[in-house]
Structures are given as C-alpha cells and as structure tokens.
C-alpha cells in the first residue's frame, strides 16, 4: 500500500494527516474501529421505547400459557443462563422482538394465579431478553427494564432434566443439592426438551394425584390440550411410585413427594433444562 492510499490504520500523507486528526477530535469516530453491541441491536439497544397507549396495549396478543406468539424469536441456545437474574413486571408489561424494535405481546403481571417471573437470558443495558411462556416452545422477547414497570431479583437456583436417565437434580449456584429419579413422557406422547421455567405453584382442588402443581412455560407438541387446558407441560407427583423410571406420562414430569416438596420451595422463574 502506498503513501497516498488510506485504510483503517493505514499511512496517510502528513499534511492529510494532520487535518483528519483535527476533524477527528470534533467528529464521532464511524466505521473503523467501531463495534456493534451484542446481539447486532447497535444503537437500538440503547433507545427508550415511547409508552404505548393503553389500546396499544391491549391489543397486543398476550404472552402466558395459553398464548401463541409466531413471531416470537427463539431461544437462541439451551445451555442454563448465567447470572440467575429474573423479572417481573408490576404492571403489563410491552415485549418486543428485539431492542428498539417493534413490539409483539404483552406480558401479565400475573399468570394462572401466579405472580409472572420470567428468567433473563441476555442483557444490553436496560434492555433483557427473556424466555415467555406462550406456544412455541422456546418463544422469547425483550422487555425494557426500568424501576417504575419491572422488578428484578437474583435466583440462585436451577434444575436440570434427563429424559433418558429418568433424572432430575436441582442445582443451587452452580451446586447439586439434590437429586431423583423421575417419570416422563410416553414415546407417543414425549417431554419437550429445551430451556423451560417453573411459571406458577397451583394448589391442586380437582385431581388427588399431587397436593400442588408446578406448571412450566413449555407445551406438549402432541397435545393441543389436555384436561381443557392447553396442555402445558407441569411437574407434579403420583398415587404411587409406579411411575419412577419410565415413560408414562402425556409429557408431564412425575416425580415423589420428596423432589415436590424440594421444588415448590424454588422461586418462580427457576430454569428447568430438559434434555
């Protein structure tokens, strides 16, 4: 490269040189050297959504168990999140696509009787994507963090399914502090994998089959619904132990009294990783 040529670093004859270093110190630098932030959002990230109306708002589909968001990005890897950060909005909350960009649903403040938690899984400033409970599996979005509309918390707590070794543990910053044998789903009718979360704790009042009911954000994809729900996936317990060790379920994960009551002391918006 000769002297009269320039590049991101490149040698620039000196009376150039000496012009552009004073237009530089006036001027944002662009292009060279410059990164984008994670994500590919850039600026975006940075940018304050307007509020919405309240129609705004309430016509946007909402994000909870019985909500199919299509346009919802997918859970772009199924490894546990780092940090253990989870949210909840104090009022509904506007989820969008990405940051700064438009915005697809509505998350409740509460869901099936539960207060809404929603474990983060990327961060750019104010802004936190975060895994929904809506159909399909794996749906997420971002939500604007600000004091007045969300409350953060730290959870410490995670859980790991193995459908083939019939196993469940329960991992506390990183530590197993528990761990059993459980029942999944039938071949016809299998345990979706990927990253879920605990969504709420349901006393149960018409089935005897578990006192409580833990129903995650993911969904049976063989069932449509089920018991006039609309078959989301729960962990729950059994009449007998029957079930330890096999796959007989419709794609709930049974488990003993035992892991239950362990489990029902985990915060909402605990992350269950089924593989």
């Known amino acids: 490269m000769t002297e009269q040529q320039t590049s991101c670093g490149g040698a620039r004859p000196r009376a150039v040189a000496a012009l552009l270093a004073s237009v530089l110190m006036l001027l944002p630098l662009s292009g060279c050297g410059t990164t984008k932030d994670e994500g590919g959002a850039g600026a975006a990230a940075l940018v304050a959504p307007l509020k919405p109306s309240p129609e705004t708002l309430a016509a946007l589909p909402e994000a909870n168990t019985f909500g ?8 772009p890897a199924t490894a546990l999140p780092v940090g253990g950060e989870v949210l909840h909005p104090t009022t509904d909350a506007v989820i969008y696509r990405a940051p700064g960009a438009e915005p697809i649903a509505r998350l409740p403040e509460t869901q099936i009787g539960s207060p809404t938690w929603v474990p983060v899984i990327a961060r750019q400033g104010d802004w936190a994507q975060v895994l929904l409970p809506a159909r399909p599996n794996g749906a997420t ?58 969504l709420a704790s349901i006393k149960e009042s018409v089935n005897t089959y578990s006192p409580i ?34 796959a007989t379920s419709d794609g709930c994960i049974r488990v003993t009294r035992e892991a239950l009551d362990r489990l029902v002391e985990l915060p909402l918006g605990t992350v269950v990783r089924i593989t």
Do not use: C, M, Y
């Open 68 to 75: 199919q968001l299509n346009s919802a990005p997918a859970d």
């Open 141 to 198: 979005g971002w939500l604007h963090v600000t004091p007045e509309t969300v409350e953060s918390a730290h959870n410490d707590f995670q859980v790991t399914v193995d459908l083939d070794e019939f196993r469940l543990e329960i991992l506390e910053a990183g530590k197993p502090t528990g761990s059993w044998t459980i029942g999944v789903g039938k071949p016809e009718h299998p345990t979706p994998t990927g990253r879920a979360f605990i």
């Open 213 to 246: 009911v833990l129903p995650l954000s993911s969904h049976s994809d063989s069932h449509e619904t089920f018991g006039g729900g609309p078959g989301t996936v729960g962990l729950h317990t059994w009449p007998d132990d029957s079930f330890v060790g096999k």
